[in-house]
């Protein structure tokens, strides 16, 4: 009897649910930016002082940062903070959600700092204004002198929660800088911070250097520079200052990159008008010749993965860019378009290689698919190459030159950045001019 | 004989659910057509043909008249003028003139009465708010019968045939959703990204409660993209919101679900 009952109900059930709910499919949303509040971050008054820095305006400096960062990205629009309608210290406690909404904010940042036994405390909350609910808490400690370090990862974490994908603001970016004339150009390698701040020179510039690269782990530079009048690829550690020559090759070496496991170095070796792609073992300092063709090979840079190189060779006639595997086999042609292609770099993401291509005397960069297909040019110049990727495989970087006049005037070298889809091209500000920039991994992981 | 009696009535459910299930398949399905909309092509005249109420008619017929005989008795001074100067002005006359000199002292008595043709200013025509309030009654009946008529049509209408939203509501619903939807960028798109939200409104469009179907999935390891997806679309509803549902039928719509995805936007 019950058996029936049971059947009976989940008959009557069934029947009822038989005429569907209404549903309605939403494929599209906007890009627009996310509007979100950074309120300056509570300094407790029980800190101590320190002369460094002001620590009553450490925390709006911090909120700054953050806001410049999201700013940058084309993805956030910070509010204004004239509009906040809370004080940072209870904002923090609880916000007042229904109020914050008013002014149109989607997500609200508060934060906390305390100074103590000279050791710098920082927490942060993110709160989802809509829902009413905190979506990310964390706390640092660090040393007072990182401030502006943990400015970044503040802005590193609420980005991931926010896209889903990690963030690009705790990473350095090393470049060429450039002073003096034309042509008496002074080139040195430098490094700063993403958002142009904490610049460091490495060489001191009596040698030309190009090319600069980071390691996976960000403590090496591999670079070009001059030794006894030939170009040689170098290897630099940021921290020691120590610097050596790559390899004992009898010729030129030039375009270096590190492999993604960190342990080898790719570079083109050049000898009688051929060159052609070597990598280098750095711990027992075996080369390995990896294409073998009489053109020139050049601008290797490695998959994610490891498992493909993917460089530029003028063996079709013009310079096309190719896809191989890591060991030299099964090299594949993936550009066939009018023009020139060149300097081939893989995302990090793994699916598309940024690359420079040269069409009617104009410089474009731009983004294809690993298989050469798909191909977007995101941006055009008189002169522009040498695409970096951000480490999250969003934002390239690259540089760009103004055309001087018949006296050399007018000339200049700038950084620019692009976002992958076209949008929010941006110039990054650096205390000379600037070149060949390379972006770092991030530093905090 | 329990058991019989058991199978006997088992079976006979079976067979009324069955004929509940398969005879509105069976039905022929009517073709979906909006409600017939009568309209009615009127002249635009001088004059209203707006029909009034009994008592306002006898009212108007009345004023119609009174102004036929103002109009007649305000003879033109230009007749006048016609008449001889030397002539002597019998005592008829001079009354005639009296009732004339009266008229034309109260210019405003006679004038909102010829105006009693037009509805608009029914109110200014007549001082006696009772009239036009009888008036506005029986239009207000009238169109009150009318409403419930239509509704009747439209509710019999969409119960029978329409179980979804029409295309337009639907549209309208959607663009609205685009528009508060800030699609997270970092998204996967070769994973599945569909994000199905069941919502429970009230009659306004407001929600009363929001539920990801596919809740299990917020914590699965290595799908934290699902999570960010999955807040990004229940803060575009709840921005959106009142959404713009159909003004009636809110028994259609009272639950809704709303499927999010964005994988075609991110392939770009």
Redesign the interface.
């Known amino acids: ?1 019950k058996k ?1 009952l049971l ?2 109900s989940l ?1 009557l059930f069934s ?1 009822k649910n ?15 930016p ?1 509007p979100i509040a950074v309120s300056p971050l509570h300094v407790d008054p029980k800190s101590e002082k320190l002369s460094i820095f002001e620590t009553v305006k450490l925390g709006g400096e911090i909120s700054k940062i953050v806001e410049r960062n999201f700013k940058s990205t084309g ?1 956030f629009n910070p509010l204004k903070k004239d509009a906040f309608v809370q004080k940072p210290d209870i904002a923090h406690l609880k916000p007042r959600f229904e109020d914050w909404r008013l002014i149109k904010a ?1 997500a609200l940042v508060t934060g906390k700092i305390l100074i103590k036994d000279k050791k710098l405390k920082v927490e942060f909350r993110l709160w ?1 204004l ?2 009413a609910k905190e ?1 990310v808490a964390l706390s640092f400690t660090t040393t007072p002198n990182n401030w502006r370090r943990v400015a970044h990862i503040i802005s590193d974490k609420i980005y991931e ?6 963030g690009y603001f705790d990473t350095r970016i090393a470049y060429v800088s450039e002073t003096g004339p034309k042509n008496q150009r002074i080139k040195k390698l430098a490094i700063m911070d993403q958002d142009g701040f904490n610049t460091k020179y490495l060489t001191l510039g009596n040698e030309l250097v190009l090319t600069p690269r980071f390691n996976p782990t960000n403590q090496l530079v591999t670079y070009l520079s001059y030794f006894k009048n030939m170009p040689r690829v170098y290897l630099l550690d940021i921290e020691t200052g120590i610097q050596e020559v790559v390899g004992a090759f009898p010729g030129m070496t030039f375009a270096p990159r590190f492999s993604p496991d960190g342990k080898k170095i790719i570079m083109s070796f050049a000898k009688d008008g051929n060159s052609d792609i070597y990598s280098m073992d750095l711990e027992n300092r075996v080369v390995e010749q990896i294409t073998k063709h009489p053109s020139i090979d050049t601008s290797p840079s490695y998959s994610p993965d490891g498992k493909y190189i993917t460089f530029n060779s003028d063996r079709s006639g013009l310079q096309q860019i190719y896809v191989m595997r890591s060991d030299g086999t099964q090299v594949k042609r993936i550009t066939h378009g009018a023009g020139l292609y060149g300097t081939p770099v893989w995302s990090p993401r793994g699916d598309l290689i940024a690359f420079t291509k040269v069409r009617k005397g104009r410089f474009y960069i731009g983004v294809m698919r690993s298989d050469g297909s798909g191909e977007r040019l995101l941006t055009e110049n008189f002169y522009q190459e040498a695409p970096s990727w951000s480490p ?1 495989g ?1 934002v390239l970087i690259f540089y760009r030159e103004t055309k001087s006049d018949s006296k050399g005037k007018g000339f200049s070298a700038k950084l620019w950045s692009i976002d992958i ?1 076209g949008y929010n091209e941006r110039r990054l500000k650096t205390e000379t001019d600037a070149s060949d920039p390379s972006w770092s991994s991030l530093l905090s992981k | 004989m329990s058991r019989g009696l ?1 199978f006997s ?2 079976f006979h ?2 067979i009324i ?1 069955l004929t ?2 398969t005879l509105p398949f069976m039905m022929r399905e009517p073709i979906d057509l909006p409600p017939i909309v009568s309209v009615e092509l009127i002249e635009i005249k001088d004059k209203t043909y707006i029909p009034f109420a009994p008592k306002a008619r006898k009212i108007i017929e009345k004023v119609k008249e009174e102004k036929k005989r103002v109009v007649s008795e305000q003879a033109p001074p230009a007749s006048k003028a016609k008449e001889k100067p030397d002539r002597i002005p019998m005592p008829e006359d001079k009354e005639e003139i009296k009732e004339l000199i009266k008229k034309k002292q109260n210019p405003e008595e006679i004038k909102p009465k010829i105006r009693q043709a037009s509805e608009f200013e029914k109110e200014e025509l007549f001082d006696t708010n009772e009239i036009a309030a009888l008036i506005d009654k029986a239009k207000e009946e009238q169109a009150e019968t009318q409403r419930k008529k239509d509704e009747l049509t439209q509710s019999s209408v969409k119960n029978s045939f329409a ?3 029409s295309l337009s509501e ?1 549209d309208a ?2 663009a609205q ?11 996967p798109y070769d994973k599945d990204l569909l994000v199905r939200i ?1 919502l429970k409104l009230k009659p306004d469009g407001r929600i009363l409660k929001s539920e990801i179907l596919d809740h299990a999935r917020m914590n699965t390891p290595g799908q ?2 699902y999570k ?2 999955a ?6 509803v ?2 959106c919101q009142p959404l713009k549902v159909p003004p009636t039928g809110y028994e ?2 009272k ?11 991110l392939k ?1």
């Open positions: 009897m029936i059947i009976l008959f029947y038989a005429y569907g709910l209404i549903t309605v499919d939403i494929t599209r949303g906007n890009l627009d996310l993805l989607q989802d809509t829902a979506m929660r926010l896209t889903g994908e990690s999250n969003r889809t | 058991l009535f088992f459910t079976l659910y509940m299930l179980q979804g939203l639907e619903l959607r959703i685009f528009g508060c939807w800030s699609v997270p960028l970092g998204l069941k934290s993209f960010i997806l807040e990004s679309a229940l803060r575009a709840r921005i259609r719509w639950e809704l679900q709303l499927n999010f995805d964005p994988t075609e936007m770009g």
